[in-house]
Nanobody, 118 residues
Framework: QVLLAESGGGLVQPGGSLRLSCAASGIHYSMYVMGWYRQAPGAQRELVATVARDSNTNYEDSVKGRFTISRDNARNMVFLQMNSLKPEDTAVYFC????????????WGQGTQVTVSS
């Protein structure tokens, strides 16, 4: 059974920082592209950042320079360090694991709430 378990969300003031973690089990972790997505109320889910097997990263424009995604293949974990948080970063953040071979394998965590407010 595949399980992606996020943690680290919470309430933070503008300009503050949070570190999200996602622990994966039930998959051959090192073969997967890991990503963080977010969904604000009334909005579609959007990509925040991804990290490939070789640790190449990709970021959505609005988080470049503020967020850092990283992975630990030995512990089957992915992290999102979020600095200089803004109210518009408020959303539920989801961890995703994706692998494409002759089939698309995509798994989601249940999400963790991040609220940026004074």
């Amino acid at each position: 059974q595949v399980l992606l378990a996020e943690s680290g969300g919470g309430l933070v003031q503008p300009g503050g920082s949070l570190r999200l973690s996602c622990a994966a089990s039930g998959i051959h972790y090192s073969m997967y592209v890991m990503g963080w997505y977010r969904q604000a109320p009334g909005a579609q889910r959007e990509l925040v950042a991804t990290v490939a097997r070789d640790s190449n990263t990709n970021y959505e424009d609005s988080v470049k320079g503020r967020f850092t995604i990283s992975r630990d293949n030995a512990r089957n974990m992915v992290f999102l360090q979020m600095n200089s948080l803004k109210p518009e970063d408020t959303a539920v953040y989801f961890c995703n694991a994706r692998h494409v071979s002759n089939h698309v394998y995509s798994y989601w965590g249940q999400g963790t709430q991040v609220t940026v407010s004074s």
